[in-house]
C-alpha cells in the first residue's frame, strides 16, 4: 500500500468521524481550532517528497500519517475553548 493513500484514507476516515460525531452530537468539534493545523499538510508532502519511494519511506510515511492524524483526532476531542474565546484570546494584540 502507497504511503499517499494510507495518508489521504486516514485523513477521510478521521474528518468523517469527526463529522458524523458532531452531528450527533456525541462529540463537540472546534472547527475553528483545527483550522490552524493546515500547514500539516505541506509538511507531510514536503517529508513525502525528501523521502522517496523506497519501503522504508512508506513506512515511515504511514507512522507520520498515523501521528498527525492521531493527534488531530486527540485536539479534536478534547479541546474545550470555544471558537469566541479562541478569537477573543487570538485578537487581543489589535484592541
Not at 486516514?10 to 463529522?19: P, R
Request: aromatic share 16%; proline share 2%; glycine share 8%.
Amino acid at each position: 500500500m502507497k504511503a499517499k493513500n494510507v495518508f489521504w484514507g486516514l485523513f477521510l476516515l478521521c474528518f468523517g468521524l469527526l463529522l458524523l460525531g458532531n452531528n450527533l452530537d456525541v462529540v463537540a468539534v472546534d472547527w475553528v481550532f483545527l483550522l490552524h493545523f493546515w500547514p500539516l499538510i505541506f509538511i507531510y508532502w514536503g517529508c513525502a517528497m525528501l523521502l522517496g519511494n523506497t519501503p522504508s519511506a512508506r513506512v515511515l510515511l504511514t507512522l507520520l500519517s498515523i501521528v498527525i492524524f492521531g493527534g488531530l483526532l486527540y485536539l479534536a476531542l478534547t479541546h474545550q475553548m470555544s471558537a469566541y474565546d479562541y478569537l477573543k484570546i487570538s485578537m487581543r494584540g489589535f484592541a
